[in-house]
């Protein structure tokens, strides 16, 4: 479930989930990959695959799952979140800018800081080295970059 990232804050005694704040409240339930995954499309679980190996040659991650997607934390926070559907793949990302590209159904203001991009993708194609850039800005909030 872990691509092991330095464990910090809090972990949830019960359901296992790691939180930036102690007793962060939140839904205490155990969902798996398999669980999310189960009865999807190939195609759509192949861009899911995709999505990870682009995440992966960033660096370190822990699977932050829940009924509703699957998120990528960091070490400071979750910075993304997908879910396979039966058009391919829906998500959002947290960047420290506001991008403007089709892939992008809506982009809003998260915090002082972020931004967040909810995405859509329904073919490999358009998780491409420019898409890459992102996850990896992205994955730059999930460590914290965003705050120094």
């Known amino acids: 479930m872990s691509e092991s990232v330095a464990k910090a804050g809090w972990v949830c005694p019960k359901c296992g989930r790691r939180f930036a704040k102690v007793n962060q409240g939140h839904k205490c339930e155990v969902w798996t990959l398999e669980d999310l995954l189960a009865g999807k499309p190939e195609a ?10 682009l995440v992966k040659v960033c660096g370190e991650f822990d699977y932050s799952i829940t009924k509703a997607n699957i998120g990528f934390q960091g070490q400071k926070r979750i910075f993304a979140g997908v879910m396979p559907n039966d058009k391919g793949l829906s998500g959002y990302m947290d960047i420290a800018r506001a991008i403007d590209d089709p892939r992008f159904r809506n982009v809003s203001p998260y915090t002082k800081r972020l931004f967040v991009h909810h995405f859509s993708v329904t073919s ?6 420019e898409f890459a850039g992102w996850i990896r800005e992205s994955y730059a909030v999930g460590q914290g970059e965003h705050l120094k």
């Open 44 to 53: 759509s679980i192949k861009l899911f695959e995709r999505f990870v190996e």
């Open 124 to 129: 490999a194609d358009q998780l491409d080295q």
